[in-house]
């Protein structure tokens, strides 16, 4: 295992920028405790923020070389994508079913809905009606490995594309189906294009269960699959909407759109931006963003970082239950929110908000 380092003053050179200009925006944007948070907060001194590192050769950063991104190329980069007042929503599109015996659809999206309001505070984020796997007319296949429904990204982006509203700042689908990019492929978790403003994610290796050998998602060897007859997906298993998947759709849909924004893999620190290579890796790295990349989004976005924080740490603490009754067997019940697994998160935005107001 090693760890990866910069200096103090390189990591405020990233942060603030060599070139008047950015600077001078920096001082106008922050007021001197955000400063004081975003300046002081850095490692070793600092709990907040932690070092990357990189705990064998199949983490992201050793096997994908990138040029590494500050805030000044950020804010230079000409293809970055900023909401406008015409274009200032994300549009979330679900696609096949999301629901177990505990938790609906329309439940469970409503949690990453609100999510995604705190996360990207200020914008508006809206639900299109969820979609059948029928209606995007995609690709799909068995994996030769797991074993399990493949459903083709690009098929699926070409799908998106032709239903964007013209408000969007972004549109992206999310599924519980797993994802494949080229036959050649294993298997992808997301596929984005910066251009387009669109994504497509997959949840589906975010079940704990995913990788066993009992996991309920595998087809028998012998079902046949006939491209066009989508009745394979009616009985698609579903997994259990539990606090670590809940966790973990939240961390990849706020990173997946976080590079539709102009925002590249962070490199710096410890950050929801940083690359993934696999679920273990993506497991150690926290729900928000580091110093550099919280710059990069603010600018995009305008947000006050307090607010911003107070948000998120209201939809932990929001009520335990949500709004929605469920029904089983003729008997309604509200459903807790999972959150166990955001504990840790919770008491890092207090410290944050700590020294945001004193």
Known sequence: MRTIQYSVQDLKKALISEREDLCKLYQRTFSSRERHLLENSFPP????????????????IPSH??????????????????????????????IG??????????????????????YYYGLHVKILDPVPVSDTSCTFRVNDYAQNLQIHAGDLLRYL????PRDAFC????????????????????????T??????????????????????RLKKSQKLTQGDYSIFQNHYTPPVTSILLFRSCSTLTHEIGHIFGIQ???????????????????????DLCPIC?????????????????????????????????TVSGAQFHIQRPVEAFMESREWLLKCLQILEG
């Not at 923020?49 to 064998?56: A, G």
């Not at 594309?161 to 964007?164: A, L, S």
């Not at 189906?177 to 978790?189: A, G, M, V």
């Not at 600018?299 to 949500?322: T, V």
């Open 45 to 60: 001194d600092s709990p907040l923020f932690k070092f990357i590192t990189i705990h064998s050769s199949s983490d992201w």
């Open 65 to 94: 070389p990138e040029a590494i991104q500050d805030f000044e190329k950020f804010y230079t980069n000409p293809y970055r994508s900023t909401p406008t007042v015409g274009k200032n929503t994300i549009y979330v599109q679900p």
């Open 97 to 118: 079913s999301f629901g177990d015996s505990a938790v609906s659809t329309a439940e469970y999206i409503q949690w990453l809905k609100e999510y995604c309001e705190a």
């Open 161 to 164: 594309k032709k239903k964007k």
């Open 171 to 194: 549109t992206v689908g999310i599924t519980l189906i797993d994802l494949y990019p080229q036959e050649s492929w294993n298997f992808i978790f997301g596929q984005a294009s910066l």
């Open 196 to 217: 387009e403003g669109m994504g497509i994610f997959s949840f589906a290796r975010y079940d704990n269960d995913f990788y066993s050998s009992t996991y309920k998602g």
């Open 265 to 287: 893999h962070c490199q710096w620190l410890q950050c929801v931006m940083q690359g993934s290579n696999h679920l273990e890796e993506s497991d150690r790295g926290p729900l």
């Open 294 to 326: 919280l710059r990069k989004l603010q600018c995009a976005a305008g947000f006050n970082l307090a607010e911003r924080y107070k948000a998120l740490l209201s939809w932990i603490d929001k009520s335990s239950f949500s709004s929605d009754l469920h």
